[in-house]
């Protein structure tokens, strides 16, 4: 299974893959494949973290916006995860890290046959109000490092209880490094899609590009990926 992590600049994505590989290497064959814009600092800094063997992670470097390499050309990740595959068959997980990105990026059905997308909240409690596809449609939410709230003077569960109604049912999962207790949450969450996948129950869905908006000329555009290509006013 290809599960797909996206979401905000330094909302702890990197920091989320490694602890899934901490919770789930022993019992499950994975490999790793980042996404950076100019650097390959997250497959380094996931190797450092001594989570997986070092050649199980491979960077991507897109040179471009993070939503082109994981939705409209996936072929250089698509030749990162086969090449893991080729190398380390039989994969049991591959986790496809995105570069961070503002909250437009969502992964490609073609590439991600699950998708987590996160927020944190120290990007403001207001953020999971704003919707956008990943947030709205994501297989799930994650609101990461809860220990801040109180920092930051967000009210997390509030934060939650917005992000599930913008999500109609979609599920939604508080997380924290210092909270043991979510990051096996997270990974009982990864185990069960992982099931759900292998038994044709859960299949791939496209939680879609932009929603169709209007700029400040009056042109009206509906991103539909790869042929669409306009300039923001
Ligand atoms: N307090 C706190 N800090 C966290 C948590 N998770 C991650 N961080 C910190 O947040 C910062 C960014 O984490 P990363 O995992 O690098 O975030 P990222 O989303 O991968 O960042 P980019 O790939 O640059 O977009 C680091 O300093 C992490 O240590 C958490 O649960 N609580
Ligand atoms: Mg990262």
């Given at each position: 299974?290809?599960?797909?992590?996206?979401?905000?600049?330094?909302?702890?994505?990197s920091?989320?893959?490694?602890?899934l590989?901490r919770?789930?290497?022993?019992e499950?064959?994975?490999?790793?494949?980042?996404n950076?814009?100019?650097?390959?600092?997250d497959?380094?800094l996931?190797?450092?973290?001594?989570?997986?063997?070092v050649?199980?992670?491979h960077?991507?470097?897109?040179?471009?916006?993070?939503?082109?390499a994981?939705?409209?050309?996936v072929?250089?990740?698509?030749?990162a995860v086969?090449d893991?595959?080729?190398?380390?068959?039989?994969?049991?997980?591959?986790?496809?890290e995105?570069?961070?990105?503002?909250?437009?990026?969502?992964?490609?059905?073609?590439?991600?046959?699950?998708?987590?997308?996160c927020?944190?909240v120290?990007?403001?409690?207001?953020?999971?109000?704003k919707?956008?596809?990943?947030?709205?449609?994501?297989?799930?939410?994650?609101?990461?490092?809860?220990?801040?709230?109180?920092?930051?003077?967000?009210?997390?569960?509030?934060?939650?209880?917005?992000?599930?109604?913008?999500?109609?049912?979609?599920?939604?999962?508080a997380?924290?490094?210092?909270?043991?207790?979510?990051?096996?949450?997270?990974?009982?969450w990864?185990?069960?899609?992982?099931?759900?996948?292998r038994?044709?129950?859960?299949?791939p869905?496209?939680p879609?590009?932009?929603?169709p908006?209007?700029?400040?000329?009056?042109?009206?555009?509906?991103?539909?990926?790869?042929?669409?290509?306009?300039?923001?006013?």
């Open positions: 299974m290809r599960l797909g992590v996206a979401g905000p600049v330094g909302t702890g994505k920091t989320l893959i490694a602890s590989c919770e789930l290497a022993a499950l064959s994975m490999a790793v494949v980042t950076d814009i100019y650097t390959d600092e497959a380094r996931l190797r450092a973290a001594g989570v997986l063997p050649e199980r992670i960077a991507v470097e897109t040179g471009a916006c993070p939503h082109t994981i939705r409209d050309d072929t250089p990740n698509l030749i086969e893991l595959e080729a190398e380390f068959a039989p994969l049991d997980l591959v986790v496809v995105s570069g961070g990105d503002n909250l437009t990026a969502t992964f490609s059905p073609a590439l991600a046959d699950a998708q987590i997308f927020l944190d120290a990007g403001g409690g207001d953020v999971a109000r919707g956008g596809p990943g947030i709205e449609r994501a297989d799930l939410l994650v609101v990461n490092k809860t220990d801040l709230a109180p920092h930051v003077g967000v009210d997390a569960a509030q934060m939650v209880a917005d992000a599930t109604r913008a999500r109609d049912g979609l599920p939604v999962l997380l924290s490094q210092h909270d043991r207790a979510s990051l096996g949450a997270l990974a009982g990864v185990r069960q899609v992982l099931v759900d996948h038994s044709g129950v859960h299949v869905r496209d879609g590009p932009m929603a908006h209007t700029h400040a000329d009056g042109t009206t555009h509906a991103h539909g990926g790869a042929g669409d290509v306009h300039e923001h006013a």
